[in-house]
């Protein structure tokens, strides 16, 4: 079973960047399905962005498409957040999730309750 760490959280002004970074422990990240949500107070909880089971495509939200940026590191076990040009709306806790999967289809990895394992989140706050 992986245990999942979020930090890099924090205080920003709008149009500024943050980094969040998610480490696994317990096990390696390598042949699970690893995605970022986040969630606003009152509101469901959001897909933000996934790496594919392949590897090959990652997957992003309209919201954050050209300004969030997931990677990956395999030698630290850790994937990233890269969050450029934030807004207010952005405010939220962001949680990374992972899953284990033996196949895929696109809409899956859109779903929070397809993800199996959580991190405890990382408060975002974006000032105007």
């Known amino acids: 079973q992986v245990q999942l760490v979020e930090s890099g959280g924090g205080l920003v002004q709008a149009g500024g960047s943050l980094r969040l970074s998610c480490a696994a422990s317990?096990?390696?990240?390598?042949?699970?399905?690893v995605g970022w949500f986040r969630q606003a107070p009152g509101k469901q909880r959001e897909f933000l962005t996934a790496?594919?089971?392949?590897?090959?495509?990652?997957y992003y939200a309209d919201s954050v498409k050209g300004r969030f940026t997931f990677s990956r590191d395999n030698a630290k076990n850790t994937v990233y957040l890269q969050m450029n040009s934030l807004k207010p709306e952005d405010t939220a806790v962001y949680y990374c999730?992972?899953?284990?999967?033996?196949?895929?289809?696109?809409?899956?990895?859109?779903?929070?309750?397809?993800?199996?394992?959580w991190g405890q989140g990382t408060q975002v706050t974006v000032s105007s």
């Open positions: 317990g096990r390696t990240f390598y042949n699970y399905v």
């Open positions: 790496l594919s089971l392949s590897g090959a495509n990652t």
């Open positions: 999730a992972a899953a284990q999967w033996g196949w895929d289809y696109t809409s899956r990895y859109y779903d929070s309750n397809e993800y199996h394992y």
